[in-house]
């Protein structure tokens, strides 16, 4: 990015049956946005237009069309335009066509920003049932993104976040008969490490506090109820510990949300998808934001599904993508000022050999 460009942000359609194309046009619809970044539209162009239609209410939302994501001009809304033919929505339900329009969005976002011609992602969402196909058969996006974005020897982090509250999970999109035979103590270490690391580079916080919740009810008590905490979990912190990493727990997780203590620590790791997300978006409402961390790009997206419930009768709410949006924009920021800080530290002066 140039030193007087405006971050690039691109945004892709999501599943077209659901609401996330709806949502990513009332985000930046506003007037003045581009004053503040200039968002990059990835979808099929009639689609789009309809859409825009539907939902302009008081702010048209005009575009300027351009053939590639090397072509996108600063200071507008941009649509690159993706697929061939008309998409005939089908809201409310997951649907090949649906599926397939999501990738090619997302298909082509990711190329744009491969190449450098956006700087952040924000993906829609998509129906993971509709979107599988010989091009992609990953269990959502944050293994996709992994494939393709990974950092060396690193693994891609799932992260709910909004100005309060930071969690990360330990196992993602995984059955839950699964989860307990996932919690190994050097799974734990590295997931706290790359989570320490997130929360320095990406969220500008210097010594992070992280808590580490339990897997079992009571966090096991004592064995009775299950021994992870005991064979797994204590053990990685203790490890955590000595590594110095400033890290807590385990913790029951009602009593860790019950009680507030949540809001004593910068970051908190949950053992599986719903003991995270559950108290999480009950906290954070609207203002939702997911990250995938551990990648050498910076995607968000909302913390919300494709609402089919609602497809259609333009009434989504797009808080959590503007949220979504923003937040890309300061982890970008945050993580240019933290690598500029650490790239060049100063060099130990060698004192010169005394002549004899």
Not at 278 to 294: I, R
Request: charged share 25%.
């Amino acid at each position: 990015m140039e030193m007087n460009q405006k971050l690039r942000v691109g945004l892709t359609q999501g599943d077209t049956n659901g609401v996330g194309l709806e949502t990513v046009l009332k985000a930046i619809a506003p007037e003045g946005v581009t004053e503040l970044f200039t968002p990059v539209v990835f979808g099929n162009r009639k689609l789009v237009f309809a859409t825009a239609n539907a939902v302009k209410g008081e702010t048209p939302v005009k575009f300027q069309s351009v053939p590639d994501a090397a072509s996108v001009v600063d200071g507008r809304l941009n649509l690159v335009p993706v697929g061939q033919g008309e998409i005939v929505p089908q809201y409310g339900v997951p649907s090949p066509e649906s599926g397939r329009a999501a990738f090619e969005s997302l298909e082509a976002a990711c190329e744009a920003l491969a190449a450098g011609d956006i700087d952040v992602l924000v993906t829609a969402p998509i129906s993971k049932e509709a979107i599988q196909g010989d091009d992609f058969h990953f269990p959502g996006h944050t293994e996709y993104l992994q494939a393709r974005f990974a950092e060396e020897g690193e693994e891609a982090q799932m992260i709910l976040f909004n100005d309060d509250m930071r969690v990360a999970l330990l196992t993602t999109h995984l059955p839950i008969s699964k989860v307990a035979e996932a919690v190994k103590k050097d799974r734990i270490v590295e997931a706290v490490k790359r989570f320490d690391h997130t929360l320095r580079r990406d969220f500008a916080c210097e010594r992070p506090r992280i808590a580490v919740l339990g897997l079992n009810p009571h966090c096991g008590d004592g064995g009775l109820l299950g021994d992870e905490e005991l064979t797994e979990i204590r053990p990685a912190i203790e490890t955590l510990r000595d590594a110095g990493v400033i890290v807590f727990g385990p913790y029951a997780a009602d009593g860790f949300f019950g009680q507030g203590l949540w809001r004593e620590f910068d970051g908190i790791l949950a053992m599986y998808h719903d003991q995270g997300l559950a108290p999480f978006k009950t906290v954070a409402s609207k203002e939702g934001v997911n990250y995938t961390s551990g990648l050498n790009v910076i995607r968000t997206s909302p913390d919300h599904g494709t609402a089919y419930d609602i497809a259609g009768r333009w009434e989504a709410d797009p808080q959590s993508m503007r949220e979504a949006i923003y937040k890309a924009i300061d982890i970008f920021n945050a993580r240019v000022r933290y690598d500029e800080a650490s790239a060049n530290p100063l060099a130990i002066r060698q004192q010169p050999d005394k002549k004899s």
